[in-house]
């Protein structure tokens, strides 16, 4: 019996087509599975079934009837209920408050409690994890413990669809064989569920159909999850019709080596890197969010402090945990989070542009603002920002072009060693092309430049050499032109062609 | 989502907005409306005292007693805006003046004569700003707790050294800076514009006003840029204290004599004249200008009610009135009020 069936339905926000004609079927009591890359339209999917964004077209039909769902509420009170990745849970509130959030059983207009406890212990025995405390503060629990909560959350409201985004990434190895059993459990009971995660292995052992997303839209639906091929599930996932447009690779020889990272560790994110990036070289770090990339970028800056390895610059150690070091040794850093970690939104687009440099041009600690201006203008120049005047606040700007702002911060100044987290996250094409040139640029005169990226094609297009990250370990190295996506992507979800690739 | 529901909001915002409704001159229009209040004022009171305010002499002596009585509000008020505009806030300037007169007019320290009592203000004042600052950055106390833990036991410190006596300023040099009027000005009112003049130089023209700025928008981005925010944080309390020690000195020169109940309730009085000012509680924005305009206005306020023989309950219930009303004001920017609603059913949906 199939319990949902989305036709068509698309949702575009501005300036990006999330849905671009998505179906999806889903029958009670299996395992769907969802599989597609970064920016495929996964979340926006879950979003829309969990009443969080509402389609601009297509059809939605729950249980036989054609539905949609305004709200949040009223998805899980239909009985869809998604336990996202960050586990939406209130850390101060107790295991129990925690599963009847918003529903809690009432007596004379009053919380009861003693009946909450009781139906919480109820469903967590069901789970087979009666050892979990519902009186217990949620923060106490492990990650594990949460899902568990989520999940009896889900249960709670008499969910008859489950949506599961990537819940084996924040657990460990054998914690995953107890997740399948509870959800093997469920499914005996009817209840569908949608299972999104990167791992083909997991897919293979836990689920029962999948459907494809590329772009925005299905590309495959309803594959048998267990005999599949898998080149066939990675050659649905790519051959895109995006195009990127690179810039020719002009053939160049490295310089001297500028950076050198050895054996550097932070206990739960990411183990033992080496890495090393030349001067003139562009270096791309392939990995899955969760993969460690980003810690490592900020560690080897200076925004975090390494538990053990070190890292030199021209030979020479980089001050740890000091990002104030680092800009003065001429390393810069475009964040991942513009918003959150890059950008004064207020304030106008030069000062953005000089708020690492701001202070070299000052004279007895007065700003210049004059040439600041005239040096955030030449940026602004070599970057075709548009609009051009600097005196704008950047929060008008559209997101390509404020993360033009964020890059262009660190050509005010010599700088020597860029570090580039998703540099293209949430810009259009146009001005991905644009940046794409300019980081190509920057190399070819003599910067060196480490970029990390969720987009196989983006690494695989612009960077000289390669590293593939996975559950924080550096599992391949190798120059760009001896791979191609479907290879990456292997290594990055399953690591089954790991055997023929040479480390 | 929130992020979609800004784009959406922003994207044909920004290309339609005309000069007047630009974001640089956001500030202006929200000071020229505060100088609106200010004229409102006076025209209120030209109309409940006509006879008072058809004097030319008395009317400028009224204007200066209202800057005599803004003055040492306002001296605060400036270190306050560097604190909020850094993200930050200070609940112990009251506290801190009390303490800083006090210590100021010990026996001992008026031993040392007038330089020692002002070096002891100014002393007390930069030290318990340090100890705020350090509290605050390195030890990662909440400023609001921090800085009311400190607004106790400063009082508590200064009602123990002047064993809850009134202390009587014996300094000739102390006593006579609230009352001498270079050139026909009160010397308290010059006082006043140098701290506002050194702070509107400071916020505007220095690396240090940039970083205030940007560590109270951004601290994340800030310290991504190589901006040391704990350092930058630690000065902005000293500051602060610096301007409260400053207000010490004046404080005690009006009434000759020092008391642990000095100042009470003056960080209420400095928070609500920035926030009347037009700085984000929140952090990131704000000006002197402002703040000084907000100053004003509460004491031309207090002013106008003792003309009027009024009674000062009603003054504050007037004064907690404007606080909403400023805040309320600062919510919707200015914009339109279509605006408002299209930004209204977007966090409905």
């Known amino acids: 019996m199939t319990v949902l069936r989305l036709t068509d339905v698309v ?22 599975c969802l599989l597609g890359q970064n920016g495929a339209g996964k979340s926006t999917l879950i979003k829309v079934l969990a009443g969080v964004h509402r389609p601009d077209s297509g059809s939605i039909e729950w249980q036989g009837t054609a539905a949609t769902f305004a709200t949040p509420q009223a998805a899980m009170k239909a009985g869809i209920a998604t336990i996202y990745q960050e586990l939406d849970l209130v850390d101060d509130l107790s295991v129990a408050e925690n599963v009847f959030l918003g529903h809690e ?23 087979g994890h009666a050892e979990i405390p519902p009186r217990r503060e949620v923060r106490h629990l492990p990650n594990a413990g949460k899902q568990i909560v989520s999940m009896a959350r889900a249960l709670s409201r008499e969910a008859r669809l489950i949506v599961m985004d990537e819940p084996s990434a924040v657990l460990a190895h054998d914690e995953v064989g107890n997740l399948f059993r509870i959800i093997r459990e469920l499914t005996a009971q009817g209840i569908a569920v949608i299972y999104i ?89 392939a990995g899955l969010v969760g993969s460690g990339r980003s810690e490592l970028l900020e ?44 950008l004064l939104l207020g304030e106008p687009v030069y000062r953005n542009i000089t708020l690492a440099a701001f202070a070299r041009y000052a004279r007895a600690g007065f700003t210049n603002t004059g040439r600041e201006k005239a040096v955030a203008a030449r940026v602004a120049e070599r ?6 005047d600097v005196r704008r606040p950047v929060r008008t700007l559209s997101g390509g072009n404020q993360q033009k702002v964020v890059v262009g911060r660190w050509l005010v100044e010599d700088v020597r060693l860029l570090l580039l987290d998703e540099p293209t996250r949430g810009v259009d094409v146009g001005a991905r092309a644009e940046l794409y040139r300019i980081i190509r640029g920057l190399a070819a005169d003599g910067v060196g430049v480490l970029l990390v990226s969720s987009e196989v094609p983006e690494v695989l297009g612009l960077a000289d050499r390669v590293l593939v990250m996975r559950e924080g370990r550096v599992i391949h190295s190798g120059p760009a032109d001896q791979l191609d996506e479907d290879r990456v992507l292997d290594m990055v979800m399953a690591g089954s062609l790991l055997e023929e690739v040479e480390l | 989502m929130t992020s979609d529901v800004a784009a959406k909001l922003e994207a044909p915002v920004a290309a339609r907005r005309s000069w007047w409704r630009d974001d640089a001159t956001e500030s202006l229009r929200r000071n020229l409306a505060l100088v609106g209040v200010l ?32 003055s040492v509000i306002g001296v605060v008020t400036v270190g306050m805006t560097f604190v909020i505009i850094g993200g930050g806030i200070d609940l112990s300037v009251g506290a801190i003046i009390a303490l800083a007169g006090v210590w100021a007019t010990t026996v001992e320290s008026q031993s040392y004569g007038p330089g020692g009592m002002i070096f002891a203000a100014l002393a007390v004042g930069v030290g318990v700003g340090l100890v705020n600052g350090v509290l605050i950055s390195y030890g990662r106390l909440v ?27 014996r300094s000739r040099f102390i006593n006579d800076i609230a009352s001498t009027n270079p050139l026909g000005i009160p010397l308290l009112v010059y006082l006043f514009a140098a701290v506002a003049a050194a702070g509107w130089v400071l916020l505007n023209r220095t690396t240090f006003g940039r970083r205030t700025v940007a560590v109270g928008g951004n601290p994340e981005a800030a310290r991504l840029a190589g901006i040391n925010v704990k350092r930058h944080t630690l000065l902005l309390y000293v500051l602060s204290g610096l301007c409260c020690g400053i207000g010490a000195i004046m404080l005690t020169s009006q009434a000759t004599s020092a008391q642990a109940a000095m100042a009470n ?85």
């Not at chain 1, 079927?25 to 769907?32: D, F, L, P, S, T």
């Not at chain 1, 970057?383 to 051009?388: A, H, I, Y």
């Open chain 1, 11 to 32: 949702k575009t926000f501005p300036g990006v087509r999330a849905l671009d004609g998505v179906s999806l079927e889903v029958e009670a009591g299996e395992v769907h």
């Open chain 1, 105 to 127: 059983p009432r007596r004379l207009g009053f919380v009861a409690r003693g009946a909450m406890v009781r139906r919480t212990r109820q469903i967590l025995g069901g789970l």
């Open chain 1, 197 to 285: 995660s990167h791992r083909l292995e997991e897919i293979r052992e836990i689920g029962d159909r999948v459907t494809v997303l590329k772009d925005g839209r299905t590309t495959a639906a309803n594959l048998p999850a267990r005999d599949t091929p898998t080149r066939e599930l990675v050659s649905r996932m790519t051959g895109r019709t995006i195009e990127y447009v690179f810039p020719a690779h002009t053939a160049t020889t490295p310089g001297d080596e500028l950076l050198r990272v050895t054996g550097l560790t932070r206990s739960g994110e990411f183990s033992d890197v080496s890495l090393t990036v030349h001067s003139g070289e562009i270096v791309g770090i």
């Open chain 1, 299 to 342: 560690t080897i800056y200076g925004a975090r402090q390494a538990d053990s390895g070190t890292v030199h610059v021209d030979g020479r150690p980089l001050r740890p945990g000091s990002v104030t070091a680092s800009v003065r040794t001429g390393i810069g850093m475009a964040p991942e989070e513009r918003k959150a970690q890059a």
């Open chain 1, 383 to 388: 970057l075709d920002l548009r609009p051009r």
């Open chain 2, 39 to 70: 004229l409102a004022l006076f025209a209120i009171g030209a109309i409940t005292k006509p006879d008072l305010y058809g004097d030319p002499d008395w009317v400028v002596n009224n204007m200066f007693t209202i800057l005599k009585l803004a």
């Open chain 2, 143 to 169: 400023p609001f707790i921090a800085t009311l833990a400190m607004l106790v036991a400063a009082r508590g410190l200064a009602s123990e050294i002047s064993g809850q006596q009134t202390q009587i300023s």
């Open chain 2, 265 to 349: 309730l003056y960080e209420l009085d400095a928070i609500a004249a920035a926030i009347i000012g037009g700085t984000l509680l929140a952090g990131g924005r704000g000006t002197i200008v402002g703040s000084l305009l907000g100053v004003l206005i509460f004491s031309t306020i207090t002013n106008l009610f003792a003309i009027n023989n009024l009674s000062t309950e009603a003054q504050n219930m007037l004064k907690g009135g404007i606080i909403v009303a400023a805040v309320l004001i600062q919510q919707f920017q200015f914009k339109s009020v279509s605006q408002f609603l299209a930004r209204n059913r977007l966090t409905r949906t």
